[in-house]
């Protein structure tokens, strides 16, 4: 089976509002339900869990219903940081399911998140055991250590830019949050960097700039802009 993990535990402190970001409405619609729909809509997703933020399971609940997001099944409590909302739905997701089945770790601010996407992810961690959405580091990469002036600079064509979906074996997700607990890494910021911490390599699968995550007002307003937008006819794929 392929499982979505949908990651809601955070408050949004950088986007300055009264509610949680995933929760803001933007085009009728919550953003944490943009996120949803693109999961319940894909053929290939069986499943999904959110990792809630405290006192807001009851308003996920009541917005599923709404939207008919059927597939949610299990809604548990998000954590002090991204790792520990990851952790707690894994922990219970291995309750219900087949450790080789393919979990999807995702966040819900990421409401852009394409068929394409999702589907890419599925079948290399299928392949490989393991799938990071990414996208190519464009931009000049300088080095700091006080955010005023540089040290050096780094060749962007050395790395590349991390989103998620990012995808593993149940089972292999859930050992390597066990490991992290036993080595005191307790605040990696993402799947794949746990496993870089823990000496584990990763494959990258297909990501896109249109795939944002909506950190601050400034990105509120591109995701209203690109819900806007269709792609021109004469622009080649």
């Known amino acids: 089976m392929n499982l979505a993990l949908i990651i809601a535990g955070g408050v949004g402190r950088r986007m300055h509002q009264d509610i949680p970001k995933q929760f803001l409405t933007v085009d009728n619609r919550p953003v944490i339900i943009h996120t949803l729909a693109a999961f319940q809509k894909h053929p290939s997703v069986d499943a999904i869990a959110v990792a809630c933020v405290a006192g807001w399971e009851k308003v996920l609940q009541a917005y599923a219903k709404q939207f008919n997001i059927t597939k949610l099944k299990y809604i548990v409590p998000g954590g002090e940081n991204g790792q520990d909302s990851i952790r707690n739905g894994l922990f219970e997701l291995e309750k219900h399911y087949d450790k080789q089945d393919v979990i999807l770790v995702h966040d819900a601010i990421r409401p852009m998140v394409s068929e394409d996407i999702i589907s890419d992810c599925i079948v290399t961690a299928q392949k490989f055991g393991s799938a990071i959405a990414t996208i190519p580091c464009t931009e000049a990469m300088m080095e700091t250590e006080n955010g005023q002036n540089s040290i050096g600079s780094y060749p962007r064509e050395k790395l590349l830019r991390a989103q998620t979906p990012q995808g593993f074996q149940l089972g292999k997700l859930c050992s390597m949050h066990r490991l ?28 896109s700039e249109k795939n944002i995550k909506l950190t601050t007002t400034d990105d509120l307003e591109i995701f209203k802009a690109l819900l806007l937008v269709k792609k021109a006819q004469w622009i080649k794929a």
């Open 180 to 207: 992290a607990l036993q080595k005191g890494i307790t605040n990696s910021v993402a799947s794949c960097t746990l496993f870089a911490e823990l000496g584990q390599d990763v494959h990258f699968s297909l990501g």
